[in-house]
């Protein structure tokens, strides 16, 4: 088995720094809605690192978040519509909802209301937007040069990177994480083996401490990994870590630190947070979602850095004016949208609305809306402006 030089040991110390130390003073700073810009920020990096040959490819199958959808709308439609549309839920048409809508409208249907067929139809995707989705699931999976295309079928985020050590090796490894989860899945492919899979268990991520535990897949053998930035600019803390897994390669071991390394960035470039145990991305992330089958509501909360606002799993409007009621936070795809949410959580259906508050140099804020009868809480919509 081949063996890393020393030297190149040392390289592998030198990138976690690089991305981890030096990330939040990138001299280019990527930005969530131009996703060239941020895998060609990560290539830089690892090139700098001393990986030959990277490539980055970033995707948003968003699967995690589509079978929420098809859950919830199965639920919405079993509980609510399935007694005045009498067809199973896969034989529904639009047609057939148009006619729900009339029906209520002009009191021909009586046991349903506006609002209960407008959320179910929020969530409605016809058989054509279906094929659209899976058709965009399968062109994912053919830009992946990874063996195992599953991480794009269990994953709302996956980022992929391939490259080479210095003994001229190569190396294919996959991250995927789910919103509202905080569990990370990564695969490996290497010279010496194929669909090494390990689940990367996050406790802590920010761009000065990452604690997770790592789990190999294959074999069931796990280790701690506890580490600040001080650590990393002063102990191999990787390698001799990651050495327990009996037989791996210094290889696989790279690629592995590859991933971690590139989840550390996100952290560290505000793409990615962890929020009471869970994964929540930068809003202009879920935003990226082109699927059919997506919410347009999600949880979000407040930060006072570059990206004004964390977001978190997606909600159906019943649930997302349930949470603004509730005092909290929301996200969504549009000003209609969010204007709707505010109107919703208002006692009198009106709402007060807000450009992007001022804020110092460096901070991001949202135009928002709130219930006319404010909670505290906001809708926020758009990208937001950095002041």
Partial sequence: MKRLKKSFI???VLFLTFFTVSGNVSAKEPTTDDFNIIE??????LESSGIEDPVVNILLPMETQSSEVEKEIEEVYEEKISTVIDKPIDAVEESDIEEVVEGVENGTIEDLTIEEVENFEELFYSDKEEIEDIELIEEMKEELEIENKEIIDENDIVIEITGKNDLGES???AIGFSIGDNVVDIINDT???TNQKYELEVKNLTSEEFNAVLTNLNTNEQVEINST???IETSFFWVPA??????ASMLELLAISVSAATLIYFASKGLVNLVSGALWVAGKVANENSKNKKYVHYEAMRANNSKGIWVGPGRTKSKAITRIKNGKDCWSVGATNARLLATG???TGRYIYHDPHKAKSGVRTFHHYHPYETT??????????LW
């Fill in 10 to 12: 040392t390289l592998i």
């Fill in 40 to 45: 060609n920020d990560i290539v830089e990096q």
């Fill in 171 to 173: 190396f294919t490894t």
């Fill in 191 to 193: 010279s010496e083996e």
């Fill in 229 to 231: 930035s001080e650590d």
């Fill in 242 to 247: 990651l050495g327990i897994f009996v037989g």
């Fill in 345 to 347: 959580a208002s006692p």
């Fill in 376 to 385: 505290g809480a906001h809708s926020f919509y758009g990208g937001g402006k």
